[in-house]
């Protein structure tokens, strides 16, 4: 195989053949410049894990996506945590996190069991259903939206404001985005205000009774952090889901050897996030001139982390890297939720509920097959799926 094609800026591009070129890059050109973007791509798990240890060199305030607007200043309004550095960032996390401490997902767990079960119950079997649109979609928003405390008259539009989020780190601020993160603004904002009066035991009034250095967040930096709530507890833990259901699918040995042992669960799960990798990609920008496995990258260059590629490194996860197998060993971790101070937050969250997805699916089916070829998300940023065709079979 030739240098492929390097056009990472289109979301087209990694639709077909991504793994192909992942494999490549790795073999050959593991920090790759790309002409698109004007930027390094980093292949190799070892040189993700590095960038994403040292924060002193490589920062997120400069930029974290593929298109980010960021770059050329021109994002107005107050950044998300993910644009952070320290000591910004530690301080704005402490407060976020408050509603993924272990504690609290744990506290979640019966509520988002009961929410499988009962949405596991209305998805008919030996039949063709779509899976993203009845279960990988509606669980995580509805366990969000529990979290934030917004009732359940109010879920509906949960679903379109969060499309609408990852549509805008493609395609910008389009009309019909810039409506939907408007129409979320307004109920929010509103939402926050109600809370700081009358405060609740959920996480949005957790947030709007927080203070940094003495003072309350104001609505504008509250709504950004609902926004990242809504990224990091439901888009990555849907393309996780539909990423899961369709590797058993394409596997069905390894759904029959989970059933044998549910000790494999926990196990599975990770091998489902290596294997899936929910977010494709987050970026850095170098504070100083360095290098990158041998190449220069200079002071201002922007280095793209293919999560992807480091999840699928021989190096890293041996010979069988490019195998699905659910009693792979661990180490040395996967990176599906990145690595270091930015951390995904939502990941015990996100591991939580699969394995309940998991567990009480175990209950139910005796195996899945795919009904059709999966229709997946054009983004430069998701590994998700708008359609999952699948037929459950019962036990």
């Not at 979640?108 to 990988?136: K, M, S, Y």
């Not at 990423?243 to 042992?261: C, I, M, N, T, V």
Request: net charge negative; aromatic share 8%; proline share 6%.
């Amino acid at each position: 195989m030739s240098r492929p094609r390097l056009a990472f800026t289109d979301p087209d591009y990694w639709l077909d053949g991504i793994e192909e070129t992942y494999g490549w890059l790795r073999a050959n050109e593991p920090v790759a410049w790309a002409e698109d973007g004007q930027f390094h791509v980093l292949a190799k798990h070892a040189d993700v894990l590095r960038v994403s240890r040292e924060n002193t060199i490589f920062r997120s305030g400069r930029g974290v996506l593929v298109r980010d607007e960021m770059r050329r200043g021109t994002m107005p309004g107050a950044p998300s945590i993910i644009y952070m550095d320290p000591p910004q960032h530690a301080r704005h996390r402490r407060i976020v996190s408050r509603g993924f401490t272990p504690r609290m997902v744990a506290e979640l767990e019966p509520r988002v069991r009961q929410t499988v079960r009962a949405t596991l119950a209305a998805i008919p079997a030996n039949e063709e259903v779509d899976f993203v649109d009845l279960l990988a979609a509606p669980v995580p928003i509805a366990v969000i939206a529990q979290m934030l405390g917004v009732p359940e008259s109010d879920w509906e539009p949960f679903r379109r404001w969060s499309d609408a989020l990852i549509e805008g780190a493609d395609t910008g601020a389009s009309e019909t985005s810039m409506a939907s993160v408007a129409e979320l603004w307004a109920y929010f904002s509103t939402q926050i205000t109600a809370r700081r009066e009358h405060p609740l035991e959920d996480v949005l009034s957790a947030l709007a009774c927080a203070e940094i250095d003495g003072e309350h967040l104001t609505n504008d930096e509250l709504v950004i952090f609902i926004l990242t709530l809504l990224v990091a507890g439901n888009e990555t833990t849907r393309s996780l889901l539909s990423g899961s259901a369709r590797a058993f699918a394409e596997h069905p040995l390894q759904w029959s050897r989970l059933r044998e042992d549910h000790t494999l669960v926990p196990g599975a799960v990770e091998e489902c996030l290596r294997w899936t990798t929910p977010i494709k990609n987050f970026a850095r920008t170098a504070t100083r001139n360095t290098e990158i496995h041998g190449v220069p990258i200079p002071e201002g260059g922007y280095v793209v982390m293919l999560y992807a590629s480091a999840n699928r490194d021989e190096e890293a996860f041996g010979a069988t890297a490019n195998c699905f197998d659910i009693g792979r060993l661990t180490e040395p971790g996967h990176l599906a939720f990145g690595f270091g101070e930015h951390v995904c937050l939502g990941g015990s969250l996100a591991r939580m509920e699969t394995r309940v997805v998991f567990e009480e699916m175990l209950a139910r089916f005796a195996s899945m097959e795919l009904a059709a070829e999966p229709e997946r998300i054009a983004s430069t940023l998701v590994n998700g799926m708008v359609r999952l065709p699948l037929i459950l079979r019962e036990s």
